[in-house]
């Protein structure tokens, strides 16, 4: 990287680094920046402006302003036809701009579906508008996202999130991509050879959990070749994430090793980690010592040189279950902050706030000016009220986690943001400095998404009732009496849950579980009951199908149709359980016959309305995993490593454990295919019990799904049908079985 553009870099992370103590809140003078000369850096504002309003970018001005008391600014102003925006960095210009397209010409662009019905020529705003993040850390992304959201994604795909996430005001991306391709280049200088370490290598799918520590070496070992394409790959997200004027959030080191790393460096010392869920656990390099320090040494450097430079590095110590053996946990903390800031003076360590993590011994040995907690209990557990005597008044970002493996389940605890975030953020003492976006896998829930964005740009209180009106008014372009009447009804229901159940995500619908009569969930770690009233929820299908004809053009209504009546449907699935059930206890033949077929003709209703949009096709996850592959033996390796992240997850162990089903997730292909698979199974054995007189017989349910994961069929890979005239069908069907 050019010496310029690292000084420039190196300039605008200082200052964010040093934000965390500034952050105020909202208000004050626009800089004199504002109604500048348009700078060189304006043009990446322009550059993505052209990618995602080819007809309209040219009505817009992008002019560089100066930070307002440290914090990133933006402001909106100009004429019919030509809008001008101020920013401090081109991501502040594009939140700037997204705040254009919601409030004045009532358009959205979000990861789910867009609606982009613009006049020929832009309507003025009514009057300048300036607005100042009230935090400066807006931190976006799960460590589990290049599994759940999508490991095979290309450029195609990751050049629009990054846009996406820049206008909706994100400025800290977590990029692991190509990690694998580092860590392989990394330990050749150990000693290890090419060979041996691409055995080592998880496959693409299961990578976050490898850089977690948790597992090593599953399915298959990874090829040379997609270790260059991954390494490529993952240059020009952090090349674009830089050049929006956004953070790369990289991966750190804290002591993840190959086998034998001890035997290959004499007196080097390491503690094993076992297994996790049947799965081998790398060892730990104990960090207090000359090894560790040389190891991170070199990660670090290579780590630059591949990647570039950055100021925040994600890691965490001993994930969920990692032993430390006889190593003072503190000591092992300050040992990996010690060797962080050597490579890196002026990084931030970002740690996950999960579970009882970061433990007190960790932030109590580590500069608290140092380090940045993404918390991803923030709208969770109610015992969770003060995280400045949780973790010793060091510093931390408000955070959410919606869905769990990627589930499609619909809505999130609006509520404890609207109740929470400011209260938290402006009480005495706070060390709330940043929001962090980390649902499992993204792309899904588009009104939350575009809610949580908003929080670190918001000015004065959050009345759901009219963000939700308002929202609904730009999501479909224009005011719909009956979409205000949907999105009130989905503002109730989804999207009006509380942590006071202590959970943060949606019960996931009973189709995509494997079966039982009483089985209650599909995820052995997800709610075991909806977490609103069903009843109340449908009627938004009723409205949503009701919007005038003219509004129903866009990606955006199509999705929000699709999700739902797809919820709908879910929710169903749990009233009829228990028919079927009572039928089959009762030993009438007939009436569980007549259950079951109503089971199964909802899981096809299902299946067809799901296969009309090309985001929920199985097809397409398999198709991108293949397309990496050299060879056919390389293409089927990466699909099973793919769709098993969905299915079985991993070993038998791991599947009986919990893990089968943890990414379940309503998408044509699985729905139609392994669950209905499943379930008419097991219809059949009940059946031939019922017949028979007898106890059903055992099922080896890993045996069926590992062999179908190996083997799906032919997968769509294109969308087929209307979602409209499905959706309609979902509203007769629900009709007719209540």
Not at 365 to 392: H, I, N, Q
Request: hydrophobic share 40%.
């Amino acid at each position: 990287m050019p010496l310029a553009r690292r000084a420039v870099f190196a300039a605008l992370a200082a200052g964010t680094m040093m934000a965390c103590s500034r952050a105020s809140g909202l208000g004050g003078t626009p800089s004199a920046g504002f109604g500048g000369a348009p700078a060189a850096s304006a043009g990446a504002a322009r550059a993505a402006a052209r990618r995602l309003l080819p007809d309209h970018w040219q009505q817009f001005e992008f002019r560089t302003a100066a930070p307002v008391s440290g914090s990133d600014v933006f402001e909106v102003s100009g004429r019919t036809g030509l809008v001008t925006v101020a920013g401090t960095t081109p991501a502040a210009q594009l939140t700037g701009l997204n705040w254009y397209l919601r409030n004045v010409a009532y358009a959205d662009v979000n990861w789910a579906g867009q609606q982009l019905d613009l006049p020929r020529e832009l309507p003025a705003p009514d009057s300048t508008v300036t607005r100042r993040a009230n935090v400066p850390h807006r931190f976006v992304l799960n460590d589990t996202n290049d599994g759940y959201t999508g490991p095979y994604h290309d450029w195609a795909y990751w050049e629009r999130e990054l846009d996406v996430l820049a206008l909706h005001g994100y400025n800290e991306v977590l990029v692991y991509t190509g990690a694998d391709a580092l860590y392989h280049r990394l330990f050749q200088e150990f000693g290890y050879a090419d060979e041996e370490l691409r055995r080592w290598i998880p496959g693409p799918a299961h990578q976050p959990w490898w850089l977690l520590q948790n597992l090593s070496g599953f399915p298959y070992p990874v090829s040379r070749q997609l270790l260059d394409a991954r390494a490529a790959l993952g240059v020009r997200i952090a090349d674009r994430v830089r050049e929006l004027g956004m953070t790369p959030v990289l991966p750190g080191f804290f002591g993840t090793v190959p086998p034998g790393f001890a035997d290959r460096d004499p007196g080097a010392r390491t503690i094993p980690q076992g297994t996790w869920m049947g799965l081998a656990r790398p060892d730990w390099l104990d960090p207090r010592t000359d090894h560790f320090a040389r190891v991170a040494a070199a990660f670090y450097r290579v780590q630059e040189e591949m990647f570039g430079p950055s100021t925040l590095f994600k890691m965490d110590l001993l994930h969920e279950g990692g032993s430390p053996g006889d190593v003072p946990v503190g000591d092992a903390a300050r040992a990996v902050e010690e060797a962080l800031l050597r490579a890196h003076p002026d990084a931030l360590w970002v740690i996950l706030g999960w579970q009882h993590n970061p433990p007190r011994a960790i932030v109590d040995a580590v500069s608290k000016e140092r380090m940045v907690v993404v918390d991803g209990l923030s709208d969770r557990f109610p015992r969770v009220t003060d995280r400045e005597s949780d973790w010793g008044s060091t510093p931390y970002a408000f955070g959410s986690i919606w869905n769990f493996g990627g589930h499609t389940a619909l809505g999130a605890n609006t509520p404890e943001w609207a109740a929470t975030y400011e209260k938290w953020r402006t009480k005495k003492g706070s060390t709330l400095c940043g929001t962090a976006l980390m649902p499992e896998a993204a792309d899904n829930n588009p009104a939350a998404f575009a809610l949580f964005s908003e929080l670190a740009w918001r000015e004065g209180e959050l009345d759901l009732a009219v963000w939700f009106r308002d929202w609904a008014r730009a999501r479909y372009g224009a005011p719909d009496p009956h979409a205000g009447a949907a999105w009130d009804i989905l503002r109730r229901t989804a999207y009006g849950t509380t942590r006071a159940d202590s959970w943060s995500e949606g019960a996931d619908g009973l189709f995509g579980a494997r079966p039982a009569l009483t089985v209650n969930r599909a995820a052995s770690w997800s709610p075991r009951q909806l977490r609103y009233h069903a009843e109340e929820f449908e009627p938004a299908l009723d409205e949503l199908l009701r919007v005038r004809e003219e509004l129903r053009g866009s990606s955006a209504y199509r999705r929000d149709l699709l999700d739902v009546a797809r919820q709908a449907l879910a929710n169903r699935s749990r009233v009829l359980l228990p028919r079927v059930k009572q039928a089959y206890d009762s030993g009438d033949a007939a009436r569980f016959d007549a259950a079951a077929r109503i089971w199964l003709a909802l899981m096809d209703d299902l299946e067809r309305l799901v296969a009309t949009d090309a985001d929920h096709l199985l097809g397409r996850w398999v198709e991108r995993a293949r397309s990496w592959g050299a060879d056919d033996t390389e293409r089927d390796r990466l699909a099973y490593d793919a769709l098993s992240l969905l299915t079985v997850w991993g070993t038998r162990e791991g599947a009986d454990a919990g893990l089968r089903d943890y990414a379940n997730r309503e998408w044509s292909g699985l729905v139609g295919g392994l669950y209905r698979l499943r379930w008419s199974t097991y219809f059949e054995e009940l059946r031939s019990a019922l017949r028979a007189g007898r106890a059903p017989a055992a099922i080896d349910w890993f045996a069926l799904e590992d062999r179908w994961t190996r083997d799906p069929g032919e997968l769509a890979t294109r969308p087929t049908g209307d979602t409209y005239t499905e959706a309609v069908r979902v509203r007769e069907r629900l009709a007719a079985t209540r």
